[in-house]
């Protein structure tokens, strides 16, 4: 089983900055993509960004260039910094982490809300 913890979050106006951190602990064999998805109301939840423990990363066009992704494999956390935060970033933001190859887990954390209105 593994355990994922995420904080950060919190209501900033547009063009603001944010910072969400996520830890993941417990069996982490196999467990090899780690990430940060968000669901806004009324919406399916949706891939914000990920990187892989080999350091690969996918972005959701509709952030690209404005938040960076980046991970601590020895210590498994990652880290979402947003910047230029828009009214339509507001989502309720998940922490993930899980394997891509057999065996599949895969494992949420709580989840944490981020506010972008003026």
């Known amino acids: 089983q593994v355990q994922v913890v995420e904080s950060g979050g919190g209501t900033v106006q547009p063009g603001g900055s944010l910072r969400l951190s996520c830890g993941a602990a417990?069996?982490?064999?196999?467990?090899?993509?780690m990430g940060w998805y968000r669901q806004a109301p009324g919406k399916q939840r949706e891939l914000v960004a990920s990187?892989?423990?080999?350091?690969?990363?996918n972005y959701a066009d509709s952030v690209k260039d404005r938040f960076t992704i980046s991970r601590n494999n020895a210590k498994n956390t990652v880290l979402l910094r947003m910047t230029s935060l828009k009214p339509e970033d507001t989502a309720v933001y998940y922490c993930?982490?899980?394997?891509?190859?057999?065996?599949?887990?895969?494992?949420w954390g709580q989840g944490t809300q981020v506010t972008v209105s003026s």
């Open positions: 993930n982490a899980h394997s891509s190859v057999s065996p599949f887990r895969s494992y």
């Open positions: 417990g069996n982490m064999y196999s467990i090899d993509v």
């Open positions: 990187m892989t423990d080999g350091g690969t990363t």
